[in-house]
């Protein structure tokens, strides 16, 4: 089935540094989100992505709707310790059929040292 | 404003037995969606509802598995017949029909089948 392949599995850097990370599809995705789960929890909603080139900011996170809909990126500025979590890009793939299906990566786990 | 939420929590059932979970969506969307989250991946769809009618359903849920939403308000979801590979974190989320893809999810449900 359709998958999402995220970059790097596993971040591991002191507080005040800045991160990024990506996820990549094989096929075209028409809508990128970006989620963040903590242990025991359900994933959080952090931005949603609409159109290709499209940036949008929340706070110290900025994401990015590749070019070629087939990537997306996530940054974040200033990392603080509660920004501790597992990142999990999203999409619905612009073939599909489904109206509801969100296609998950396998997450980016980060760890942020004080 | 109040969230996703979902029971219980946390499910520990012997194998073979039956175990029924619990969603209510934010109050204003009307459509929900479940998901089942194993350790390191990301959320797996599973099926989804607009209103009560469902409209998509995963070949992941088998036979076994059988969801509802009697009334377009809260979900249920009734495994039968567990088996220790249904283990795993059952996600519930939510949305409104024009951002189906913003989905807001619950806490979740930690089923363990001993």
């Known amino acids: 089935g359709q998958q999402l392949n995220q970059s790097p599995q596993s971040m591991f850097i002191q507080e005040g540094e800045d991160v990024s990370m990506n996820c990549t599809s094989s096929s075209i995705f028409n809508t990128w989100l970006w989620y963040k789960q903590d242990p025991g929890e359900g994933p959080v909603l952090l931005i949603a992505l609409y159109k290709a080139g499209e940036l949008t900011s929340n706070g110290r996170l900025t994401a990015q709707f590749g070019i070629t809909r087939k990537d997306s990126f996530l940054n974040i500025s200033a990392s603080i310790p509660s920004d501790v979590g597992i990142y999990f890009c999203a999409g619905r793939n612009a073939g599909g059929t489904s109206y509801g299906k969100l296609t998950f990566g396998q997450g980016t786990i980060l760890t942020v040292h004080p | 404003d109040t969230g996703v939420s979902q029971d219980p929590r946390h499910k520990i059932t012997k194998r073979g037995q039956n175990v029924t979970f619990r969603c209510d969506p934010i109050?204003?969307?009307?459509?929900l969606y479940w998901y089942r989250q194993t350790l390191g991946q990301g959320p797996e769809f599973l099926t989804y509802?607009?209103?009560?009618?469902?409209?998509?359903k995963s070949r992941l849920l088998s036979d076994r598995f059988s969801a509802e939403r009697p009334k377009g308000s809260f979900s249920t979801l009734e495994i039968q017949r567990t088996e220790q590979g249904d283990s795993a974190m059952y996600l519930c989320a939510s949305s409104v029909s024009g951002a189906s893809y913003e989905q807001y999810f619950g806490p979740g449900t930690r089923l363990t089948v001993t």
């Open positions: 509802f607009q209103n009560e009618a469902q409209l998509e």
């Open positions: 109050s204003e969307h009307n459509r």
